[in-house]
């Protein structure tokens, strides 16, 4: 093997690592803002449902995230629950790129329906449009999706309801500068006219001698 397609080679693996790696390690943060956090029953004071809102958070290329926890709160009794026909809530969230700075907001939105009551909870949520949203923030590609939700139990249960999301992270398809596999073709073009140079050469030689 020839030394210009040893480099031609080492450029390709140096290439193609370095955008793996950008693509695998993006650090961003986040924030869900719920509205409104806490979600009345029809015509009830008393039967509601409270939304957490939380903390602003770090994480690393693509990752699920928690949207937002449930909890159920009633006083009604089991024959006469608290009723949601059409409890409209939306999700802010706040989504920041670290290495750019860059921020955006996207917004989702929804509504719960079902009862509770004392000791009872049967509560279902159900996605509005859009239901998947995507941003460009500095050189990458943020595309999120509300993901499962998990019913709140009756009031006094130990473990909240949930709504998650998942967040994928890619790079932005290069524009001026050709792609990977361009510069892996590109690579391996210049080593073939390295050989086709040096097959050329010998048999110059060759039929000389």
Same mark, same amino acid.
């Given at each position: 093997?020839?030394?210009?397609?040893?480099?031609?080679?080492?450029?390709?693996?140096?290439?193609?690592?370095?955008?793996?790696?950008?693509?695998?390690?993006?650090?961003?943060?986040?924030?869900?803002?719920?509205?409104? @956090?806490?979600?009345?029953?029809?015509?009830?004071?008393?039967?509601?449902?409270? @939304?957490?809102?939380?903390?602003?958070? @770090?994480?690393?290329?693509?990752?699920?995230?928690?949207?937002?926890?449930?909890?159920?709160?009633?006083?009604?009794?089991?024959?006469?629950?608290?009723?949601?026909?059409?409890?409209?809530?939306?999700?802010?969230?706040?989504?920041?790129?670290?290495?750019?700075?860059?921020?955006?907001?996207?917004?989702?939105?929804?509504?719960?329906?079902?009862?509770?009551?004392?000791?009872?909870?049967?509560?279902?949520?159900?996605?509005?449009?859009?239901?998947?949203?995507?941003?460009?923030?500095?050189?990458?590609?943020?595309?999120?999706?509300?993901?499962?939700?998990?019913?709140?139990?009756?009031?006094?249960?130990?473990?909240?309801?949930?709504?998650?999301?998942?967040?994928?992270?890619?790079?932005?398809?290069?524009?001026?500068?050709?792609?990977?596999?361009? @510069?892996?073709?590109?690579?391996?073009?210049?080593?073939?006219?390295?050989?086709?140079?040096?097959?050329?050469?010998?048999?110059?030689?060759?039929?000389?001698?």
């Amino acid at each position: 093997m020839t030394h210009f397609s040893k480099a031609a080679i080492a450029l390709v693996v140096v290439v193609v690592g370095t955008s793996q790696a950008r693509a695998n390690f993006v650090p961003w943060a986040y924030n869900w803002e719920p509205t409104p @956090l806490v979600i009345h029953a029809d015509g009830s004071t008393h039967g509601r449902l409270m @939304l957490t809102d939380e903390p602003i958070k @770090l994480a690393n290329g693509t990752s699920d995230v928690v949207v937002t926890n449930i909890r159920a709160f009633s006083t009604a009794p089991r024959g006469r629950p608290d009723h949601f026909a059409h409890a409209v809530v939306i999700f802010t969230l706040v989504l920041t790129d670290l290495q750019s700075g860059q921020t955006a907001l996207l917004r989702f939105g929804g509504f719960f329906t079902g009862t509770i009551s004392v000791s009872s909870a049967n509560v279902r949520f159900h996605e509005g449009p859009p239901r998947m949203d995507s941003v460009e923030l500095g050189d990458h590609i943020y595309t999120v999706t509300l993901g499962r939700y998990s019913p709140p139990g009756p009031p006094g249960a130990l473990n909240a309801g949930m709504i998650s999301a998942h967040v994928e992270v890619d790079n932005v398809p290069p524009l001026k500068s050709p792609a990977p596999s361009s @510069l892996v073709l590109s690579c391996l073009g210049l080593a073939g006219l390295g050989l086709i140079g040096g097959w050329r050469r010998w048999y110059s030689n060759g039929a000389r001698h």
